[in-house]
C-alpha cells in the first residue's frame, strides 16, 4: 500500500464527520428557522429560498465564526428574510390587488417542518398584521415577542443597538396594539362561526350571513391577478355580505368542492375545482364587549366576523394538499 493511499482515511473521515455534525445541527433547528422565515416573509416558497441561503452560508462558515449555532443560524435567516422584504418592497407595491400571505396547511400536525412552532402568531390576521411593521420593525418584534430572544440577542442578530431595538419593539408593539381586536375569538368560537359563515353562504342566507358579520368587517381577497377576486378590500357589514353571495358568487363555479382544514393553526375551508385547488377561506373573529359583561350580568356574548381572507392566486395555493374524498 502507497503512502498516499495509507493517508487518504486518515484525511476524508475528519472532512465527513464535520459535514455530518453541521448536516445534523441544522435539521436540528430547521423548524426554527422555518417558524422566523415564514413569519417574516408570508410565504412558504420565500422561507424555503431562505432556508436553501441558509444551510449553503451555515457549510461553508469558518468553525471560528460560530460562537452558538443557533444563534448562528437565526442571525443569518433574519438578515436574509429583512434584505428579502426590503428587495420585494417595490414588487408587493405593484402586485395586482390585494397582497394575503400564502397559506400553511398544518392539519393534524402534518406542517411542512415538524418542529414549525404553533401559536396565534401564525395566523392568517397576524402576518396581515405584521405586514404593516416595517422589515427591521417585525424582525425584532417576533424574535423578542415569539421567540423570546433578549435584546442583547437581538442587537447582536440585526446589527443594531440594543437601545434602538427597544424603540423598534416600542413601535412594533404600539402598531400591533391599535390593530389587533379588543377581544379575540377563541378556537372553539372560530371553527363555529366557520361553520355558521359556510351554512350561510352556501344556502344564499343573506340575513343569517349579515348577522355573523361585525358592522366594520373587512374581506380581502387575493387572486394575483390569476384567480377570482375583488381588486380591493370590501368594508362593511352589508358591501361584505353582497359581495360573497353576489360579486363573488359569480366568480365560482358551482361544482367547487369543499373541505374544512386547518389553516394557518386556525380553522379554514379549501376549494376544489375538479380536484385541485381553487381557494382557501380563513376568518377572523372577535368577541363583543358583551363578552365581559356576561360573566358579571348574565349578557350573552356575541362572536362575529371582524375580517375574512380569502386566497385565489393558484401559485399561493400549489402546496395545498389535494382533495380527499369523503368517506360515507
Known amino acids: 500500500m502507497s503512502r498516499d493511499d495509507s493517508a487518504e482515511p486518515i484525511e476524508t473521515e475528519p472532512a465527513d464527520s464535520e459535514t455530518a455534525v453541521r448536516l445534523a445541527t441544522f435539521d436540528q433547528y430547521r423548524g426554527l428557522l422555518f417558524s422566523v422565515a415564514y413569519r417574516m416573509l408570508g410565504s412558504v416558497a420565500d422561507a424555503e429560498d431562505m432556508l436553501q441561503e441558509t444551510f449553503l452560508?451555515?457549510?461553508?462558515?469558518?468553525?471560528?465564526?460560530?460562537?452558538?449555532?443557533?444563534?448562528?443560524?437565526?442571525?443569518?435567516?433574519?438578515?436574509?428574510s429583512i434584505n428579502h422584504l426590503q428587495s420585494a418592497r417595490v414588487a408587493r407595491e405593484e402586485y395586482f390587488g390585494e397582497w394575503l400571505p400564502e397559506p400553511l396547511v398544518t392539519h393534524d400536525g402534518k406542517d411542512p417542518l415538524s418542529l414549525l412552532r404553533m401559536d396565534e402568531t401564525l395566523s392568517m390576521a397576524f402576518l396581515v398584521l405584521l405586514e404593516r411593521l416595517?422589515?427591521?420593525?417585525?424582525?425584532?418584534f417576533l424574535l423578542r415577542e415569539v421567540f423570546e430572544y433578549e435584546y442583547a440577542e437581538i442587537a447582536s442578530m440585526l446589527g443594531q443597538s440594543e437601545v434602538n431595538c427597544r424603540q423598534?419593539?416600542?413601535?412594533?408593539?404600539?402598531?400591533?396594539?391599535?390593530?389587533?381586536p379588543r377581544f379575540a375569538a377563541s378556537r372553539q368560537k372560530q371553527t363555529e362561526l366557520l361553520e355558521r359563515f359556510l351554512r350561510a353562504?352556501?344556502?344564499?342566507d343573506m340575513g343569517g350571513l349579515l348577522d355573523l358579520l361585525s358592522a366594520d368587517v373587512v374581506l380581502y381577497a387575493d387572486g394575483g391577478g390569476k384567480g377570482p377576486a375583488v381588486p380591493n378590500a370590501i368594508r362593511g357589514a352589508d358591501k361584505v355580505a353582497r359581495g360573497i353571495l353576489g360579486g363573488l358568487e359569480k366568480l365560482v363555479p358551482k361544482r367547487v368542492v369543499r373541505r374544512i382544514v386547518e389553516v394557518n393553526g386556525q380553522a379554514g375551508v379549501a376549494g376544489y375545482l375538479d380536484g385541485k385547488p381553487f381557494s382557501v377561506i380563513t376568518l377572523e373573529g372577535e368577541d363583543d364587549d358583551g363578552a365581559v359583561?356576561?360573566?358579571?350580568?348574565?349578557?350573552?356574548?356575541?362572536t362575529t366576523i371582524r375580517a375574512?381572507?380569502?386566497?385565489?392566486?393558484?401559485?399561493?395555493?400549489?402546496?395545498?394538499?389535494?382533495?380527499?374524498?369523503?368517506?360515507?
Open 57 to 80: 452560508r451555515w457549510q461553508q462558515a469558518s468553525i471560528e465564526e460560530i460562537r452558538s449555532p443557533r444563534a448562528f443560524l437565526v442571525t443569518i435567516i433574519s438578515r436574509l
Open 308 to 328: 375574512i381572507y380569502m386566497v385565489t392566486n393558484p401559485e399561493k395555493l400549489s402546496r395545498l394538499p389535494g382533495l380527499v374524498d369523503d368517506v360515507n
Open 201 to 204: 353562504t352556501g344556502s344564499g
Open 293 to 302: 359583561e356576561g360573566a358579571t350580568c348574565g349578557t350573552a356574548s356575541r
Open 134 to 140: 416595517t422589515p427591521v420593525e417585525r424582525a425584532v
Open 168 to 180: 423598534l419593539l416600542r413601535r412594533a408593539r404600539q402598531h400591533v396594539r391599535s390593530m389587533r
